[in-house]
């Protein structure tokens, strides 16, 4: 039988937040999927340094050599078949702390060019006001999917580019309180869960078919011969 695995991170500066919340319940959704299991990763206190631009990891073909929390999780997110990014919105957009974690995982894509190719995500946005920029947030992780190729869902229909949640700023009281946001967070983890699982299956049912994907060059070489 297929399995996947949905990983799901948070970047909440605080525990116990609508963020946390939010994103434990669509990893809930997702384990309703048979065959899926699922993690939870709070950024919450951890030390995550935001990429230095130090191109270490371009010239000699390594990951990220900044030493700090961000290894253990980079260790997951490189096994798990499926991601769930979730954040607060500051000033319209997703926190410093998600972006940190995020510039790091630059090495991975670049060192092991198409390695999250043919994997999925999708986002969650909780805001303290109804209309305060969840969207932006969604767009914002889910360019993080494009950047990295990984393929990427907003849930069924009426989802659009995400799960949307309206706080109040009350933390998880605030998130269970909006009905609407709370269906789009549990469909998203059905979703996201779905589509690792196929892609997973997908793939396999090719090689037993004999069938090769095309491995992806190492892109970078050219593109970045001249640099410092
Ligand atoms: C620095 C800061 C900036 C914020 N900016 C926004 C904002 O632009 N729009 C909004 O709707 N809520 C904003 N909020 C409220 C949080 O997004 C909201 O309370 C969120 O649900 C918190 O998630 P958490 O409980 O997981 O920490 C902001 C909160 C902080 C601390």
Known sequence: MTKAKILGICGSHRKGGATEYCVKEALKSSESVPGVETEFVSLQGKKIMHCIHCNKCIKDGTLCVIKDDFQEIQEKFLEADGYILGSPVYQMNSTPLIQDFCSRLRPTYLVYPGHFANRVGGAIATGGTRHGGQEMTLLTLRNVFLTYEILTTGGPGGNYCGAAVWSQDKKELGAKEDLVGMQKVTGLGRRV???????????????????????????????YKDIE
């Open 193 to 223: 869960a779905e589509a690792a699982l196929i892609l997973k299956a997908g793939k396999q049912a090719l090689k037993d078919e004999g069938v090769e994907l095309k491995k992806e060059d190492l892109w970078f070489k050219d593109h």
